[in-house]
């Protein structure tokens, strides 16, 4: 059995395209989150060598660690 390419092809309407575009941006979104919030975790890990080595204090760690997950 010979299938063209073509024929797999899948007609997308605009409301489709637009309702994925919104879940593939939560899931960004949701990663981008959860990102920060390891990142906010993994800084505290950090002992006072190390983050003279990246030039940020034990304050501003303990700064950024207090911020909800949602905030920059």
């Known amino acids: 059995m010979n299938i063209h ?5 899948v007609a997308v309407t605009r409301q489709e395209r637009r309702s994925f575009g919104l879940v593939i941006g939560f899931a960004e979104y949701v ?3 959860l990102s920060r919030r390891q990142e906010r975790r993994d800084l505290r890990e950090l ?3 190390q983050l003279h080595d990246v030039g940020i204090t034990r ?3 303990e700064r ?3 911020k909800p997950f949602w905030k920059s």
């Open 5 to 9: 390419p073509t024929d797999l092809v």
């Open 31 to 33: 990663f981008h989150i």
């Open 47 to 49: 002992d006072d060598r």
């Open 59 to 61: 304050a501003q760690v």
């Open 64 to 66: 950024e660690s207090r």
